[in-house]
């Protein structure tokens, strides 16, 4: 059975930086375009950053550009985003997809807070 699992939110101060993983199972992560999204309470759920199958190719939002990054260990079948300086705005629950077979996992909580 295909599943996503997150992990790695947390508490950060801003200017701090976190780690997300994103564990693929079930499935190859090679085989797949994998995106990051996230929602902010009140608010809509937004891409934060897309990766290709193989890596070649990722996009950001806006927001995150120049702060963010994604990438993928396809042998560890696990996909990351790397984020630095966060912002108070940064806060959500930040959550690992397939978009192409709507998967999803179960989010991980990521706040920014002095």
């Known amino acids: 059975q295909a599943q996503l699992v997150e992990s790695g939110g947390g508490l950060v101060q801003p200017g701090g930086s976190l780690r997300l993983s994103c564990a693929v199972s079930g499935f190859a992560a090679s085989m797949a375009a994998m995106s990051w999204y996230r929602q902010a309470p009140g608010k809509e759920r937004e891409l934060v950053a897309g990766?290709?199958?193989?890596?070649?190719?990722?996009n950001y939002a806006d927001s995150v550009k120049g702060r963010f990054t994604i990438s993928r260990d396809n042998a560890k079948n696990t996909v990351y985003l790397q984020m630095n300086s966060l912002k108070f705005e940064d806060t959500a629950v930040y959550y690992c997809?397939?978009?192409?077979?709507?998967?999803w996992g179960q989010g991980t909580q990521v706040t920014v807070s002095s």
């Open positions: 997809t397939r978009p192409s077979l709507g998967l």
């Open positions: 990766i290709s199958a193989a890596g070649a190719w990722t």
